[in-house]
Every structure is written in structure tokens, then in C-alpha cells.
């Protein structure tokens, strides 16, 4: 499968617990999204990498949310001190970002979803 | 500030029938808008753009900047429709490509 990958697909934690999930993209991508979606609502954009570097936070991204993608390639996120609140799916997109290019269709992976009883 | 708007959650429609899944959209300058669509057990995945003024899978969508609206049309639905659509929205002055997505509208096609 050469689409994009994530895991694990599903992860339940305690409040208080620290989680991580990790996001391999389409080999080619230099860009790469995590989105939040919470139940009966559409994707929130949280943070986005170009090669290595995060060019762009959300707010909705607290001082609890850590995101890397160290050589480039795939993505952690992890949460510290889980809350109730952060039950969601938690999704991953790539794209290529070539240059000169307005728009460059996102590839979302499957998601990993997230219950913090 | 830029949002999507999608004022139905459930749009249920007997096979055959035209479907008009509606979005309105606000953002200060001129964005780029799109539909996904996620079927069931399948990830999310794009559906058309306005900028390619293209027909899949028989839906369209025409930018209407006057009405701020993006709507999705398909003359006569099929049960395969049936899935979770999504307008998104990307402004002009946006680099990162971030997209800014509707609450999702879910179409159920009954035979």
C-alpha cells in the first residue's frame, strides 16, 4: 500500500497518560498535515511540516501537543497529560507541495482515534 | 477569519433523485474551495475542485462569489453516493495549503 499510514488505528488511555502516533506519508511528499475531528464535526487543522521543518501551528494545538518529523519523513504527535477533551480522530495528510503549483491534492491517511476515559 | 458552513448534517434522497448538498463559505479574499467525501470504512478523499470546473462521478459545483456558496449537485443519485461529504476551503494567501473544513454533510441514497 503506498498510501499514507498511521499508527495505531485506534489507542484508549486514561486521563493523565501520554499518547503518541506516528504518520508515515507517500515516500514523494515534502508536506505533511495533522487534522483533529471530533465527533459529528469536519477536519481542524493542527500543524503542518514541510520537509522537516513546522512552519505552522493551530491554536487549537496546546502546550500539551508536540509534533516532530525529524529526517523529513514520518510524523509523531504526542499528547502529555491526556484530557477527556482530546478524544478524537486524529488525522494525517501529505502532499507533494511542488512549487508554482496553487493547490496540491492532500492524501489523508486513515486516522488514529483517540478515547481518553 | 475563514469558515465553512454546511446547514445540513443528514440530506436523505431516494435514488434517482437530484441532490444539492449546500455550502457557504467566508474568507476576505478570493479562496479556492473543494469537496471530499469519505464512503464508509474508506479514508477521506477529494472530490472535485472549483478550479477545475470538472464533472466526477456526475457531481458539480459551481463558485458563486456574490452568494459566498459552493454548492454540490448531482442530477439523479445513485446508492453508491451515499457517504460523508465535506466542503473545504484554502485561501489564496494561505502557503501551507491548510485546509478549513465544513461540519460535513451525510447523504443517504434509499432504493
Known amino acids: 500500500d503506498t498510501g499514507v499510514s498511521q499508527d495505531p488505528r485506534h489507542k484508549i488511555t486514561k486521563r493523565g497518560q501520554n499518547v503518541t502516533f506516528r504518520c508515515d506519508p507517500i515516500?514523494?511528499?515534502?508536506?505533511l498535515y495533522w487534522y483533529r475531528q471530533t465527533l459529528g464535526q469536519g477536519p481542524e487543522f493542527l500543524t503542518y511540516?514541510?520537509?522537516?521543518?513546522?512552519?505552522?501551528k493551530s491554536r487549537l494545538l496546546s502546550d500539551r501537543f508536540s509534533a516532530e518529523r525529524p529526517k523529513g519523513s514520518f510524523s509523531t504527535l504526542e499528547i502529555q497529560r491526556t484530557e477527556q477533551g482530546d478524544s478524537a480522530m486524529y488525522l494525517c495528510?501529505?502532499?507533494?507541495?511542488?512549487?508554482?503549483?496553487?493547490?496540491?491534492?492532500?492524501?489523508f491517511g486513515p486516522g488514529t482515534r483517540l478515547t481518553v476515559l | 477569519a475563514q469558515r465553512v458552513t454546511q446547514p445540513e448534517k443528514l440530506l436523505s434522497v431516494f435514488k434517482g433523485a437530484p441532490v444539492e448538498l449546500k455550502c457557504n463559505y467566508s474568507?476576505?479574499?478570493?479562496?479556492?474551495l473543494f469537496w471530499y467525501v469519505q464512503y464508509s470504512r474508506q479514508r477521506l478523499q477529494l472530490l472535485l475542485r472549483?478550479?477545475s470546473r470538472e464533472s466526477i462521478k456526475g457531481f458539480t459545483a459551481d463558485l458563486n462569489k456574490g452568494e459566498t456558496s459552493f454548492h454540490l449537485k448531482k442530477p439523479f443519485a445513485q446508492e453508491e453516493d451515499s457517504a460523508m461529504y465535506y466542503c473545504?476551503?484554502?485561501?489564496?494567501?494561505?502557503?501551507?495549503?491548510?485546509?478549513?473544513f465544513g461540519g460535513g454533510t451525510r447523504l443517504m441514497v434509499k432504493p
Open positions: 495528510a501529505s502532499t507533494t507541495g511542488r512549487k508554482g503549483i496553487s493547490y496540491n491534492e492532500q492524501f
Open positions: 515516500s514523494e511528499h515534502n508536506r
Open positions: 511540516f514541510q520537509n522537516e521543518a513546522q512552519l505552522e
Open positions: 474568507y476576505s479574499g478570493s479562496p479556492e
Open positions: 472549483h478550479i
Open positions: 473545504a476551503l484554502k485561501g489564496v494567501s494561505n502557503a501551507g495549503n491548510m485546509l478549513t
